[in-house]
């Protein structure tokens, strides 16, 4: 162990490279695609939100960061902080491979306050067993480190050791309850099947292996990344344990886990001591192209919130040729609804970045009918509501990110498969494709927050999300509402424009 805990390089040397490494690629990035009120890297690569938590009256968000170019590489945790999750501060980078245990890179981990008052920060130190490339294993421990600030933090070294030298063997996500800390991490085991541990401890340095708290009955799939486990209270006050992961090796089944890496959930029973009894299936947390890893935080009045990572699974990803790659989605707050249901919402604080509204009477659209709502918009939130009881269209809904050449994403509903659908087929730039996702009613309220480089779809009051990245082309950004075979009953819509959350500097 003392060997694993030893310093390869000074860190705080390892960390002013990174940071400029950073510098460099901010220096000329181009911001036509950068997002206005998204978190991002200002330069370099990010993946996972990481460490997510509320300390000394800030918000903190850290992420997997590669500083040193726009794909993924050595990981670093880079670093926002707010104090109202609105207006961000960029914060010095956080951790940089600098022990023998993280050599390969500082990966994914979470934050919590112990019963010192310090943040403490947990996650994975990964070393390539080649020293190289994952072509041979991964050497993965579980470390910790410390902070009075949330800025700067001493390094611990590691406190749970890999037993057999999994492969997999990582991003683990602490909590305590009843005065106990937990932990809960993935591991893909020797025959391949991915699991998640849980673990515990009286003093957050000394850890016990517990139970194989969840096996994937898919013997497809070989790895649980990022899990994430926590109570919620359905509106009756019955307490469910929602069991979160990222599964890799499921296979697309209909409009279902058509990403390459899948992020979803199983709701169920669980208590200290007991085994957690699953009662509902795997469900996606979100149906678009691009979300992956999310991870979820307690605010101090008790809801819910959660950040992922719009993950680019499928090139070309054109934001890697403008020195920046990947942004975390806005936050949500998740909630239980009636039985074992849950619903997604954007956070409530996330109204505080409108700028100007318009709002509209209820109106009607003809057969085939189009309506311009804006001629230019880079960042804006639209609360559609969609009256599919007085309409006859086969498809009808939005039309954004519409430029000149006619390249654009449709938002829409489809009658005959009724689903959401979320069409980037005439995008000029970046990966196509759709995704669909279900819903029940006969009224429809699309709430869709566009960015520079992004659509987050919010279904009915959040029954489902989809996230995707869609890369405008150059010029106007129009936005059009429109019906196909026939007509579209609006009996509101409300259309906000969103300013910056500050990180574009
Ligand atoms: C998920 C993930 C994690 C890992 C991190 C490395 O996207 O692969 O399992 O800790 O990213 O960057």
Known sequence: ????????????????????????????????????????????????????????????????????????????????????????????????????????????????????????????????????DDADENLEVQCAAMSDDGVHFEKLGVIIDNPEGFRHFRDPKVWKQDGMWYMVFGMSTADRRGEVLLYSSENMRIWHFEQVLFRHPNPGVYMLECPDFFPLRDKEGNEYWVL???????????????????AGYVIGTWEPGEEFKPR????????????????????????????????????????????????????????????????????????????????????????????????????????????????????AGLKLMLTEDNAHTCVYYDDQTHRVVLDRHANARGDRGYRAAP??????????????????????DGEQVMSSYSFPSDGPRALEITAESGTLSIPSLRIHELRSIGLEE
Not at 4 to 9: G, L, S, T
């Open 1 to 132: 162990m003392n060997d694993i805990n030893r310093e390869f390089v000074s860190h705080d040397e390892a960390l002013a490279r990174a940071e400029a490494g950073v510098a460099k690629l901010a220096a000329t990035r181009n911001d036509r695609w950068y997002p206005k009120f998204h978190i991002a890297s200002n330069g370099g690569w990010i993946n996972d939100p990481n460490g997510l938590c509320y300390y000394r009256g800030r918000w903190h968000v850290y992420y997997q960061l590669h500083p040193y170019g726009t794909q993924w590489g050595p990981m670093h945790w880079g670093h926002v902080s707010s104090d109202d999750m609105i207006s961000w501060k960029r914060e010095p980078i956080t951790f940089a491979p600098s022990l023998e245990a993280d050599r390969d890179g500082v990966f994914s981990g979470s934050a919590i306050t112990g019963d010192d008052g310090r943040l403490w920060v947990f996650y994975t130190g990964h070393r390539w067993a080649n020293g190289v």
């Open 244 to 262: 979160c992961f990222s599964a890799m090796g499921e296979r697309p089944n209909g409009f279902a886990n058509r990403n390459l890496h899948n």
């Open 280 to 395: 509902t299936e795997f469900r996606l947390w979100d149906w678009g192209h691009n979300y992956y890893a999310p991870q979820s935080m307690v605010t101090p009045d008790g809801r819910r919130l959660q950040y992922a990572w719009m993950s680019p699974f499928v090139p070309p990803v054109p934001m890697q040729d403008d020195g920046w790659c990947g942004q975390l989605t806005v936050p949500r707050e998740i909630s239980l609804d009636s039985y074992c249901c849950i619903r997604t919402e954007p956070a409530r604080e996330l109204e505080s970045l409108r700028e100007t509204t318009m709002e509209y009477d209820p109106f009607m659209l003809g057969v085939n009918e189009s309506f311009r709502l804006l001629d230019d918009v880079e960042a804006a939130e639209i609360e559609l509501e969609m009256d599919m009881s007085h309409s006859t269209a086969e498809r």
């Open 439 to 460: 819903f029940t009613s006969h009224t429809l309220k699309l709430h869709v927050f566009v960015d520079r480089c992004s659509i987050e779809v919010f279904v009915n």
